[in-house]
C-alpha cells in the first residue's frame, strides 16, 4: 500500500529564516506530488503540484517554492520566511493522471514569530 | 463570493444521531465531489467521491450531490464519538482534475457526544 511521510510535524520559526519541509511517498512511482495550505478558518489552498521530477507549477505567487528531486520526493522551502507564512503545510499525492483523489500527509504545522 | 460555501458549524449532536453536513457551490464546470475528514492537528483523509449528480454509499456515510441546484451533502447514521472531526467537501472541475486543483469548502466542526 501507498504511504506518505511529511517532516517535520512541528516548527517554529523566526522571521526572515529559510525554510525546507519534506516529503516522501512510498508504495507508488511517477505519482503527481502536490503542496496545500490550510490557514485558520479557510479551506485548503493548492501552493504548488508536480507531474515529474524537476517539473514544478506554482498556483499562488508567493514567498515560497517547491522542488522534486527524486520521483518520490517533494520539498518546500523558502529563503526568508514572513508571518503570513504561518499555516499547516499538507504535502499530498495522486495517481499520475487522476487528480481528483488526492491523499495527504499528516502535516506540519509552521509558526512564524 | 467563495467558489464553494460550508457551514463551520460547530455542529453538536448525541451519539446515534444522523447528520447531514452541507455545501454549496458556485461554478457549474465542477463534476468531481469530494468529502474529507480531518481530524485535529492531522492531515485529511478522503472519505468519499463522486462524479456529477446522485448518490453514493459507503457504510454509515452518503454522499448526494444535485448539480441542478449546485448542493452536495453527507449524510452519516448512527453517528460516533470517533465520527468527531472538521469535514471538509472539495470540487473540481475535469481540467483541475488531471493536477489536482481541488476547491475546498473551509470546514465543518462536528462533535459527537455520548
Known amino acids: 500500500s501507498q504511504t506518505i511521510h511529511q517532516w517535520p510535524a512541528t516548527l517554529v520559526q523566526p522571521v526572515g529564516s529559510p525554510l525546507s519541509l519534506e516529503c516522501t511517498v512510498e508504495?507508488?512511482?511517477?505519482?503527481?506530488l502536490y503542496w496545500y495550505r490550510q490557514a485558520a478558518g479557510r479551506g485548503l489552498q493548492l501552493l504548488f503540484y508536480s507531474v515529474g521530477i524537476g517539473q514544478i507549477s506554482s498556483e499562488v505567487p508567493q514567498n515560497l517554492s517547491a522542488s522534486r528531486p527524486q520521483d518520490r520526493q517533494f520539498i518546500l522551502s523558502s529563503k526568508k520566511l514572513l508571518l503570513s507564512d504561518s499555516g499547516f503545510y499538507l504535502c499530498?499525492?495522486?495517481?499520475?493522471?487522476?487528480?481528483?483523489?488526492?491523499?495527504f500527509g499528516e502535516g506540519s504545522w509552521l509558526t512564524v514569530v | 463570493q467563495k467558489e464553494v460555501e460550508q457551514d463551520p458549524g460547530p455542529l453538536s449532536v448525541p451519539e446515534g444521531a444522523i447528520v447531514s453536513l452541507n455545501c454549496t457551490y458556485s461554478n457549474s464546470a465542477f463534476q468531481y465531489f469530494m468529502w474529507y475528514r480531518q481530524y485535529s492537528r492531522k492531515g485529511p483523509e478522503l472519505l468519499m467521491y463522486t462524479y456529477s449528480s446522485g448518490n453514493k454509499e459507503d457504510g454509515r456515510f452518503t454522499a448526494q450531490v444535485d448539480k441542478s441546484s449546485k448542493y452536495i451533502s453527507l449524510f452519516i447514521r448512527d453517528s460516533q464519538p470517533s465520527d468527531s472531526a472538521t469535514y471538509l467537501c472539495?470540487?473540481?472541475?475535469?481540467?483541475?482534475?488531471?493536477?489536482?486543483?481541488?476547491?475546498f469548502g473551509q470546514g465543518t466542526i462536528l462533535t459527537v457526544h455520548p
Open positions: 508504495g507508488t512511482s511517477n505519482p503527481n
Open positions: 499530498a499525492w495522486s495517481v499520475q493522471g487522476f487528480g481528483n483523489t488526492i491523499y
Open positions: 472539495a470540487t473540481a472541475n475535469a481540467g483541475g482534475t488531471s493536477y489536482g486543483k481541488l476547491t
